[in-house]
């Protein structure tokens, strides 16, 4: 006995089944050249469209796995949860930085080819697959860690409900790098650590237990640190957990001025 | 193909496989190999908690989770294991504050702590306080709060590597070692995702902490990639998986889409209703009504839908509702599992109830290991140097059914001890040799798939297996059921032997590891299967409709299910009368059921009623 697992989720999402079409920026390396089947493949990218049927509940991941599992296996992307926790899906549809499964089909324009491409300023592995390590290296640089000095308590650490609330909206991040990559900043500069991992500097700089917020300020004074920051706000819209992450990078900066060094 | 040399692997790296790479890493050599880049784990999606007896709001002591945890798994539970998780829960929660999780407070600047479904003051008297949280974002701060430790830690990572074989000196696939004789690991073979290379990683120790199955099932709560592959590989080795007819159906999906809704949301004060409005859980639990166990919450809505009291058009979910609750708490204490009701329904909770139905949640069974997180090859012998924690484990603190809270205290509590013991063998033992030639089963197989022209579609192939298990193998079965269900994947499993896939390159392929993955489900599926047709009771998550009572007397045992040559004979350690003693034969092999005894300390089974 289970649902009726085929029929569009119940009323209040009860949005007909339509059609879809989706433009994809496709890619695949020119070395990944396999003997045993022939040439080389071009290192050009493409684009390729792909006419899907969906449902009413239906988001873009759904209708990316439609196109993989039904027409063209070949088709590359990374996604793990399906709902908007684990941060892997983030690329950009219609030219704005989103999760492809917190993006609802419904919601976007269905007479025009939805325009799907990989996030920018990150190296292109295969299709809408980028490297993520340059990404990871600028997180790992804040010193995304509590630190603390002293002996530890035999219990918790006290921290007052207000004490928490300071740093709360700062501890969502899921680090899928759909702010860094919207960043106009960090297109033209990569080595510029980019949003998100000043957003984790923040979570910590502000956590009422922290003792290491001078060395971190320090790290973001950096030429490629905060002061980098245009303000341009793109980080704040592409967030798919709504931190409002221009206004932690500028408590950063403020916090920068205001703290003594 | 590249050759590496760790004294301790890691496999997985979710909560557990980083909580075992804290202890291992500042130890010995340890390399941590993780089909996912670490945070994309899905220990990131749990939600409500974590479980310990801090007493910090209100009395409460370790006994009492322990009764709770015993008594939530339907007396399936091994009982040293539960004690001692009991016990280390509590330094468990302040280990992961001191590391710096942002729990929620208490006024006095404490951790704060709510109720949840099955933990009870004094065995059973009222729901306690006991849940230590931070929002409903337990998971993802825990899963976060590791992975920066590992990277205060320098732990070694290989990220978006898919371990496919486990190197063991003896195929116990191909046959009996006699009892007592040594079984030794030496370590696993991975598979490159970015470049298609072959990694061999020899290991002195492996700690498998690949996480759960849920996409045997098409409702789940679990991420794609949750494909059962720790399990699978140990399964293919010839190492038992114990108690897989257990599996968690989690009440309160997002009706249609299977999206996980908190339990919290009822510990903080939210009631199901049928489509007549009515609190429905007060008839099936008097005491503790809504927050009764899950898996006496998910039989009781899919009865109440059964009988016409679903809502919605076609009757086939219930209702969630919050609307009594403040707005203002809804924000503070449940934000994220709201936000999922407005994105992917379109409902507001603040004023509509949300539709909900159970949705497949956790693998209760998995890898048997004892409580140091060695694992066992029958119910009595380890295989050196092989350790296993988390949900692809079994240990068994949920036994026929996990409370709410208690998965992210497991892989806290034995990641830990399985870490440590992974470390302290491999610090004086020495490397085993490796087969001569370790990639050679992973190579053929990769290659046999990616090669073939045309055939199977995997999607087909997936699709089907998961719309029998949800038919035939869910919250209800029946012999009639399990059988369908049994045949339905003999006949899949021919079909999986000509997959074929599209893409033949060697950079990122994903369509050839979905492939691969499917093996893997249709595996575990198998053992979920023939245990549950075996087992003809009900007890916690397994409810058979032909056997609707707990039969102590016969199945009051761990099953051990073994992948055997046809040839052999049955494998029946521990069990008494027979009541194990099924074997099953597949194309090839033969899945042969045995049992494992129940330790009990100080709990005799009663009957389990809320």
């Known amino acids: 006995m289970t649902a009726t697992l085929d029929a569009p989720a119940p009323e209040a999402g009860a949005v007909p089944s339509f059609q879809v079409t989706l433009k994809i920026r496709r890619f695949l390396p020119s070395d990944d050249a396999i003997p045993t089947f022939g040439e080389p493949f071009e290192a050009e990218p493409r684009w390729d469209e792909f006419t899907v049927d969906v449902h009413g509940t239906d988001r873009v991941l759904d209708a990316l796995h439609k196109i993989k599992w039904e027409q063209d296996g070949s088709l590359t992307f990374r996604r793990s949860c399906a709902h908007g926790i684990c941060g892997s899906d983030a690329m950009r549809i219609n030219g704005r ?15 025009k080819p939805i325009v799907v491409e990989p996030i920018k300023g990150l190296p292109v592995v295969k299709d809408l697959v980028v490297d993520m390590e340059p990404f990871f290296a600028s997180y790992r640089e804040i010193m995304p860690f509590l630190i603390t000095t002293g002996t530890e308590p035999t219990k918790e650490r006290l921290q007052s409900p207000k004490q928490r609330e300071r740093f709360d909206d700062t501890t969502k991040c899921i680090l899928c790098a759909a702010c860094t990559s919207s960043c106009p900043v960090f297109w033209t500069d990569g080595q510029y650590f980019g949003p998100a991992a000043i957003v984790n500097a923040h979570r910590f700089i502000f956590d009422s237990r922290d003792e290491g917020g001078t060395q971190r300020l320090e790290i973001l004074n950096d030429k490629e640190g905060v002061w980098r920051c245009r303000t341009t706000f793109n980080c704040t819209e592409a967030c798919p957990r709504g931190i409002e992450v221009t206004k932690a990078i500028q408590e950063v900066k403020r916090a920068m001025i205001t703290r003594a060094f | 193909m590249q050759t590496h040399q760790y004294d301790v692997v890691i496999v997985g790296a979710g909560g557990a496989g980083m909580r075992a790479a804290l202890e291992s890493s500042t130890r010995v050599r340890t390399a941590v190999i993780s089909k996912l880049y670490p945070t994309r784990s899905h220990t990131g999606a749990a939600q409500g908690g974590m479980c310990a007896a801090l007493a910090n709001v209100e009395e409460d002591n370790w006994e009492w989770h322990t009764f709770d945890t015993v008594k939530g798994g339907d007396y399936l539970v091994d009982q040293d294991a539960a004690e001692v998780m009991a016990k280390e829960a509590i330094d468990a929660v302040l280990d992961l504050e001191k590391m710096g999780l942002p729990f929620n407070r208490t006024p006095e600047g404490r951790i704060d702590q709510r109720r949840f479904g099955g933990h009870t003051r004094n065995h059973g008297e009222a729901a306690v306080r006991r849940s230590c949280y931070a929002a409903d974002r337990t998971g993802h701060m825990i899963l976060q709060t590791l992975y920066q430790q590992c990277v205060k830690n320098d732990v070694e990572f290989f990220n978006e ?36 290379e072959i990694h061999v990683f020899q290991a002195k120790a492996v700690v498998f902490a690949t996480g759960g199955a849920g996409k045997i099932f098409k409702t789940t709560s679990n991420a794609h990639t949750l494909t059962g592959d720790g399990m699978a ?3 293919r080795r010839g190492i038992p998986l114990e108690d897989m007819e257990f599996f968690q159906f989690h009440p309160t999906g997002l009706a249609g889409l299977g999206i996980l809704l908190s339990e919290a949301a009822r510990g903080e004060g939210g009631i199901l209703r049928n489509s007549e409005g009515e609190r429905f ?6 005491t503790i009504k809504d927050l009764a166990p899950r898996d006496i919450v998910a039989r009781s809505m899919a009865n109440e839908v059964r009988e016409g009291r679903g809502a919605g058009p076609n009757k086939d979910y219930v209702l969630l509702d919050l609307t009594h609750l403040e707005p203002a708490h809804i924000d503070a204490k449940l934000p994220d599992i709201t936000e999922f009701a407005r994105t992917y329904l379109g409902i507001e909770p603040y004023t509509e109830p949300v539709p909900v139905y159970p949705t497949a949640h956790y693998a209760m069974g998995g890898i048997p290991t004892n409580i140091e997180g060695e694992v066992l090859r029958n119910a009595d012998d380890v295989i050196k140097g092989l350790y296993a924690a988390g949900e692809v484990a079994c240990v068994s603190v949920h036994g026929s059914n996990r409370l709410g809270t208690n998965s992210l205290l497991d892989i806290n509590v034995f990641g830990k001890r399985a870490g440590r013991s992974a470390a302290a063998y491999a610090a004086t033992a020495s490397f085993v040799e490796l087969p001569e030639s370790p990639a050679t089963t992973v190579e053929a197989e990769l290659e046999t798939i990616r090669t073939r022209p045309d055939g199977e579609r995997v999607a087909d192939i997936r699709r089907a297996l998961q719309e029998t298990m949800d038919a035939n193998a869910q919250v209800f079965r029946t012999a009639e059921s399990l059988t369908q269900a049994l045949e339905d994947l003999k006949a899949l499993r021919k079909r999986y032997e000509a997959v074929s896939v599209q893409d033949k390159t060697r950079t990122f392929n994903t369509d050839l590891l979905e492939a691969v993955e499917l093996g893997f489900l249709l595996d575990i599926a198998e053992t979920v299967v023939v245990g549950a047709l075996n087992r003809e009771e009900s007890r916690g ?16 045992q761990h099953t051990m299910a073994y992948r055997r040559p046809l040839a052999t004979g049955a494998v029946t350690v521990g069990d008494d009368d027979g009541a194990f003693s099924r074997a099953e034969e597949f194309d090839g092999y033969q899945l042969v059921l045995g049992a494992k005894p129940v330790t009990v300390t100080r709990y005799q089974p009663m009957e389990r009623k809320y």
């Open chain 2, 541 to 556: 998550g397994h409810f058979r409709e032909d056997f609707p009572q707990r039969d102590d007397a016969r199945f009051m």
């Open chain 2, 161 to 196: 590597f898919y371990v496919l074989d486990l190197l063991v000196d003896h195929d116990l696939a191909a046959g009996d070692v006699p009892a007592g004789e040594e079984v030794n690991v030496s370590g696993v073979v991975a598979y490159e995702l970015a470049t298609g």
């Open chain 2, 281 to 286: 859980m007060e008839r099936y639990a008097p």
């Open chain 2, 233 to 235: 590989l140990a399964y």
């Open chain 1, 97 to 111: 930085n989103r999760l492809a499964c917190k993006t609802l089909l419904k919601d976007l324009d269905p007479s």
